[in-house]
């Protein structure tokens, strides 16, 4: 017997256990393509002479190119800028989350030893995780394509567009193959994947930020930085303009390189335990453990240091940025007319950036929301209720940590941009008050948010994943970010909360808003207290 033996009926396993999830990731980010595809050639048809316009405005804009790049006047280019971003992060989730699931979590819930018992290989179970990971990814980046060419974009250049989104979940297949031989736990996998996600997100920004404009304004030539980042792999096959097909090679051999490194990792642990050995635990706790509150903060404390390491570092960059964006003219100001208009080009960037950073911030939140499902159908919320603890006190351990971290986050991210932004224009004082203010702005609609998640998860536990982060896409989409762009109409951009934040420093905060998302988040919560004191624990079968 060999150490793949084994691998075939384990990847017929897998997708047995994915039948319904991997068809609705794939299924559902075609349909978002599609459907921006198909609004942007509507918007487009009825007034081609602005697509040139439009390319110009993010070529010559060092803060819309954080989002990719665009390479001359197309349809197709153009919406991959305002989309590739979002769905290769989505891409790299799908991938990490699947081979987690198939061994990871599978050797936390005994399902691996069980497996190892029988005929299987040491390396079966990660080689089938690792092929239905990729897999998926090779029917995304098709399903992509036909998304494009149904709203009527080159099949050439749909084809490149769908590849190059797929291959960042391609490179993340074997990210996530790795970080579940270095830690003993699902979330700590994935914590390091997501970690690799954001400075792979970070490299790509910077590179296209700092990169060199042509003289005709259409096309941007990246910085060395994108190129160590899957995400700028991806971007620099520049879709419906030169349609390179060898940036993904790239992500190949990184992919096959990850997993030969993880298949040498596996044959060199225990099951059950990771490459990183685990820390002992104190003799004696604090006497915040005491609480449901700070029982979450230590389970979260790690993941929230992560973040704020990164919302520092892009803070600082997009201050570092102000004396840039303070010299733009024509049509590079566009889009940051809708936040603030020319009068004040500087605060309608600062305003942007805070929408920005309050979106990432909201996917924190959500991502910590999550744990309310996990830790119950784990089994380890059935003995923390067998104490002294209610199931409202338990939801609100988790609301506190998830706002505190929120506004620790969103603070930090103001202060950083507030202090190097000050630093380039002068001010730093006052810059200080208004950036702060403009992020705890922000804290209403990402609380908002964040009770979605706990009702969601009060009323349908099974559900709660797919059900959260198709919310947090379509307040992203229908949001100020991009449904302005889109030419949705007012009651489909209301549904956001972010749609209802007032845009600080640059507009005056007015309380009404302020008052109707507090309400809101007041409405969902009381649903989830009901809901939760209502309904039977989801325990592990």
Not at 38 to 54: G, I, K, V
């Amino acid at each position: 017997m060999s150490g793949f033996t084994g691998t075939v009926r384990l990847v017929r396993l897998a997708l047995r256990r994915d039948r319904f999830t991997l068809p609705a990731w794939i299924v559902g980010l075609a349909a978002f393509m599609a459907a921006t595809t198909a609004l942007f050639e509507d918007s487009y048809s009825r007034h081609p002479e602005l697509l040139a316009q439009d390319t110009r405005m993010v070529v010559e804009n060092p803060g819309m190119r954080v989002l990719g790049l665009v390479t001359g006047p197309s349809v197709g280019g153009y919406t991959l800028h305002r989309d590739a971003l979002t769905l290769a992060v989505l891409a790299a989730m799908m991938s990490v989350l699947a081979v987690v699931r198939h061994t990871r979590q599978s050797e936390e819930l005994g399902r691996e030893e069980m497996l190892g018992a029988g005929v299987v290989g040491r390396y079966a179970s990660l080689t089938a995780a690792t092929l239905v990971a990729l897999a998926a990814n090779v029917v995304l980046a098709l399903a992509l394509a036909l998304g494009l060419v149904v709203a009527g974009q080159p099949v050439a250049g749909s084809l490149v567009g769908g590849a190059s989104i797929a291959v960042v979940g391609v490179v993340f297949t074997g990210v996530a193959a790795v970080t579940c031989q270095l830690v003993s736990t699902s979330r700590g996998a994935i914590g390091l994947a997501s970690a690799a996600l954001g400075a792979s997100f970070g490299l790509a920004a910077l590179g296209n930020m700092t990169g060199t404009v042509d003289s005709a304004a259409l096309r941007v030539t990246s910085a060395w930085p994108a190129w160590l980042s899957p995400i700028g792999w991806g971007q620099q096959m520049r879709p419906f303009a030169d349609n390179l097909w060898w940036p993904p090679v790239l992500g190949v051999l990184a992919c096959a390189s990850l997993f030969l490194l993880a298949v040498v990792l596996v044959g060199r642990r225990d099951v059950g335990r990771g490459m990183w050995a685990e820390r002992r635990g104190s003799a004696s706790a604090s006497r915040a453990m005491l609480s449901p509150a700070g029982l979450v903060w230590r389970l979260q404390r790690g993941a929230l240091l992560g973040w704020a390491v990164g919302m520092l570092g892009f803070g600082m960059i997009f201050g570092a940025l102000s004396d840039q964006i303070s010299g733009l003219k024509g049509a590079a100001t566009d889009w940051y007319a809708s936040f603030g208009g020319d009068i004040d080009l500087v605060g309608a960037y600062w305003a942007s950036m805070m929408q920005i950073a309050g979106t990432a911030v909201s996917i924190y939140v959500v991502t910590l929301m999550l744990r309310l499902h996990r830790d119950e159908a784990q089994g380890m919320l059935e003995p923390v209720l067998a104490t002294a603890v209610s199931r409202s006190r338990w939801l609100g351990a988790y609301a506190l940590n998830a706002l505190a971290g929120a506004a620790v986050l969103m603070l930090g991210f103001a202060l950083a941009m507030a202090v190097v932004g000050g630093s380039v224009l002068g001010g730093t004082g006052s810059l200080v008050v208004d950036l702060v203010g403009a992020a705890l702005v922000q804290l209403p609609a990402i609380a908002v948010l964040g009770a979605a998640a706990v009702a969601v998860t009060a009323l349908a536990p099974r559900w709660s994943a797919g059900v959260l982060w198709a919310l947090v896409l379509v307040s992203v989409v229908v949001g100020p970010m991009f449904g302005s762009s889109l030419g949705l109409p007012a009651w489909l951009l209301n549904l956001s909360p972010f749609t209802h934040v007032p845009n600080a420093p640059v507009a005056a905060v007015t309380p009404g808003p302020v008052l109707w998302l507090g309400a809101a988040c007041v409405l969902l919560a009381s649903v989830s207290v009901l809901a939760m004191r209502r309904r039977n624990l989801v325990l592990p079968a």
